[in-house]
């Protein structure tokens, strides 16, 4: 069970270039998210899904996209990368209950030069 | 709003030593509290759970309860070993498709 696959594990980018974070999951959950984590700032979600078709924004949406056409999948788009945007992005998913916990792939460190 | 608050850290302690890492927490509704952690290099994974008031939730030696008259989360640790070295968050969920609220973390460093 490969449960929550992010792809690429590391990027760089320079400012002004696009790009898409992949995510993927194999458990059939309603619940998808983006976090990005940063140092002292704890984890901040980006943007939420709770079923396919259906996204909505989180604490820190500016600057990304997603879109949500499979349960499955998750796609991250960063639209015009800023050095602000440099970090490490997670991406997690759950059941719809809210006793589930998530469950979260390995990340991708970003770059932003 | 919902908020987490965690002690400051960092926290390094002697193997063997005992653990306690503050979580109180502020939420609308009655929420579910988890503790995730977060090995170097890796994605966060739940340490442990609690669902209800008075509930405690264990795990790989960790505990922690529920405890609702002081809206607090507590993980406790009787004996803390080099391998618990790593990165913990405490959160809290309020309802089915609620987001998840975290801390902001606490590194534990732990010495031969």
């Known amino acids: 069970n490969a449960g929550v696959t992010q792809t690429p594990k590391f990027q760089v980018l320079k400012t002004g270039q696009s790009m898409t974070l992949q995510c993927a999951q194999d458990m059939n959950h309603e619940y998808m998210s983006w976090y990005r984590q940063d140092p002292g700032m704890g984890l901040r979600l980006i943007h939420y899904?709770?079923?396919?078709?259906?996204?909505d924004q989180g604490e820190v949406p500016n600057g990304y996209n997603v879109s949500r056409s499979t349960t499955e999948d998750f796609p991250l788009r960063l639209l015009s990368a800023a050095p602000s945007q440099t970090s490490v992005y997670f991406c997690a998913s759950r059941t719809g209950s809210n006793n589930s916990p998530l469950h979260f792939g390995n990340g991708t460190r970003l770059t932003v030069t | 709003g919902n908020s987490v608050t965690q002690m400051e850290g960092p926290v390094t302690l002697s193997e063997e030593a005992f653990l306690t890492i503050n979580c109180t927490y502020t939420?609308?509704?009655?929420?579910?509290l988890f503790w995730y952690v977060q090995y170097p290099g890796e994605g966060l994974q739940l340490l442990l759970k609690?669902?209800?008031?008075?509930d405690k939730g264990s795990n790989k030696g960790f505990e922690a309860t529920y405890r609702k008259e002081t809206t607090s989360f507590h993980l406790e640790k009787g004996s803390v070993q080099v391998s618990d070295s790593a990165v913990y968050f405490c959160?809290?969920?309020?309802?089915?498709?609620?987001?998840?609220?975290f801390g902001k973390g606490i590194t534990l460093s732990v010495r031969p």
């Open positions: 939420a609308t509704g009655y929420p579910s």
């Open positions: 899904s709770v079923g396919a078709g259906i996204t």
């Open positions: 609690a669902t209800k008031a008075d």
């Open positions: 959160a809290l969920n309020t309802g089915a498709n609620s987001k998840l609220t």
